[in-house]
């Protein structure tokens, strides 16, 4: 039995020596192929970064236009609103002329609207007893003269000319001059 032994010893060594080749041969393949997945796998991470990245500049670009957006719209919108103001103070002012301020101020106006024609002013019911003060201060265009009629649309006068009206209210003048004016105000209380 020794022969048998031996045979079988040495098959079994063989298959032994075999077998831990096969598994060396298996475990070198194995980290071969670890090391190339890890090298995909490092590859892919690279690229989800590089787009996390790119994805989380474009949000913030995103939300920096928005903002810098809403910046400039809540601005535009308070220099309107300043804008506003000083035309309502402007109004306001002109309302609360009195006496000789006031008597200027709309003799001025109605030779101006007159352009050296004839009409007749329409004053507002709280002007109506400086009728004689503005027609001295007319004196320059005999053709003005003031109606006894009188208007509620708070300072100002209605010039008439035959069927023509205009309206030279305080009110309308300062819309009036909003429009000619608004880019100039914004400019100065701007830069």
């Known amino acids: 039995m020794n022969g048998i032994d031996n045979i079988t010893k040495r098959i079994a060594d063989e298959g032994e020596n075999t077998a831990r080749e096969i598994i060396a041969a298996a475990e070198a393949e194995a980290r071969a192929l670890r090391a190339e997945y890890a090298k995909k796998a490092e590859g892919v991470r690279e690229k989800i970064l590089v787009r996390a990245e790119k994805d989380a500049e474009d949000a913030a670009f995103r939300i920096e236009s928005s903002a810098s957006s809403d910046a400039r719209r809540c601005s535009l919108a308070k220099k309107q609103e300043l804008i506003s103001e000083a035309f ?4 306001e002012k002109l309302s609360s002329l009195s006496g000789d301020e006031l008597v200027s101020a709309l ?32 004196s320059a265009n005999k053709g003005i ?30 819309h009036e001059l909003r429009d000619e004016l608004q880019l100039e105000i914004a400019g100065i209380l701007f830069g």
């Open 88 to 91: 309502v103070k402007a109004e």
């Open 107 to 138: 003799a001025s106006l109605a030779l101006r609207a007159a352009d050296g024609e004839s009409g007749e002013l329409v004053l507002a019911e709280k002007d109506a007893s400086l009728k004689e003060k503005i027609l001295a201060k007319c």
């Open 145 to 174: 003269t003031v109606s006894e009629e009188t208007h509620s649309l708070g300072g100002g006068f209605i010039f008439k000319r035959g069927n023509t009206e205009i309206n030279c209210t305080f009110s309308r003048l300062a």
